[in-house]
């Protein structure tokens, strides 16, 4: 049970964007600063099969790897809710493009807030990175980009998630979110 009083939002908080915006790294800063548990998608995907992100797209497929993303989330927010353990998400930059997993996150009342971050500097940051099995070339890159923008755009909130990651998170503890509705 939470304190008496104490009426912040329990709803966890779904951070969604592109692959590159930084939901792992802002979502593991913010959920220390807040004392939250932190969940990231993807790495409860790898650890229950215990293959790669890459490694269940080749071998299995995107739909195989889809319908596992479906079972993580279901599994995350259904265990968030029975512990009462407030939550931050870090999604894949897909899964709100599946219209389960977005009623999923809409059922459960997740505040979804997009970090939003111009394709330039997307580029700049996975270029170097191999584990991102839809990273293919820039123009494939700028079109997924593109297509998405449109479900990123249904998020709650937007923040800009380009500068220091700190920061990042300070914008989203100014969205206003988490604060008290009575003092
Ligand atoms: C995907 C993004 C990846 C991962 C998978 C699919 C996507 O997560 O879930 O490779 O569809 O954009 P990140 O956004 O954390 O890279």
């Known amino acids: 049970m939470p304190p008496a009083g104490d009426t912040r939002t329990r709803k966890p908080i ?4 592109f692959m590159g915006s930084g939901k792992t790294t802002i979502g593991r800063l913010l959920a220390q600063h807040l004392g939250w548990h932190f969940v990231d998608l993807d790495t409860r995907i790898e650890e ?11 071998r299995l497929g995107e739909p195989a790897f889809r319908e596992m993303e479906f079972e993580a989330l279901e599994r995350s927010l259904g265990e968030a809710a029975e512990s009462g353990r407030r939550a931050v998400l870090a999604l894949g930059g897909g899964t709100i493009v599946q219209p389960r997993s977005l009623a999923l996150l809409r059922s459960a009342a997740c505040t979804l807030v997009w970090l939003e971050c111009p ?5 700049a940051r996975c270029a170097t990175i191999t584990n991102r099995p839809l990273f293919r070339d820039e123009a494939s890159f700028r079109r997924l980009y593109a297509e998405r923008l449109p479900f990123y755009q249904q998020a709650d ?27």
């Open 14 to 17: 779904g951070l969604t964007g």
């Open 48 to 58: 229950r099969t215990g293959l790669s992100i890459p490694a269940i797209f080749e």
């Open 119 to 123: 394709v330039e500097e997307l580029l």
């Open 157 to 183: 909130f937007r923040v800009d998630s380009t500068g220091d990651p700190r920061h990042v998170v300070e914008r989203i503890l100014g969205l206003g979110i988490f604060e008290r509705v009575i003092a």
